[in-house]
């Protein structure tokens, strides 16, 4: 249990205040999110099939770059104990086999009464977003 990030309470929290991850996408990762999520769209697991698609190779589930947002949070801003409310996503581009995501968040606007957080989110293909949105996370406060 030593490996427990630490969690940044309500009152640490400004506006602007960020934090990034970044996640290679692999076949071996886009199946296991396969078998664990149940989607199996070939479009993410069969190569002949995805070669006939306006992608034409096969593309990392859209959810896959929403887990790497939830990952950020709940490992590092604000870490454990923080709860999610809220989450919007638009979807901007495929994320491809070897991609690297680069996931960053982002404190947009913080609600003392309620101890929530609104957060900007973005994963990126080389500088280019592919997903955006914004997520609303019930903060801890400091223990008292």
């Known amino acids: 249990m030593g490996n427990t990030p630490k ?20 076949a071996d990762i886009i199946r296991a999110f396969a078998d664990v999520s149940g989607d199996r769209n070939p479009v993410h697991v069969d190569a002949e099939y995805a070669a006939t698609t306006m992608f034409k190779e096969r593309i990392a589930h859209g959810m896959l770059s929403a887990a790497y947002i939830s990952a950020v949070f709940g490992m590092q801003l604000p870490g454990p104990g923080a709860i999610y409310i809220s989450q919007t996503l638009n979807f901007k581009a495929p994320v491809k086999i070897g991609d690297t995501v680069v996931t960053t968040v982002k404190v947009a606007e913080l609600v003392p009464e309620k101890k929530r957080a609104k957060f900007e989110c973005v994963c990126a293909v080389n500088g280019k977003p592919v997903v955006q949105g914004e997520a609303v996370l019930m903060v801890p406060a400091r223990p008292a």
Not at 7 to 26: I, K, R
């Open 7 to 26: 969690s940044v309470y309500f009152e640490d929290l400004s506006v602007g205040q960020e934090a990034s991850h970044s996640n290679t996408v692999t």
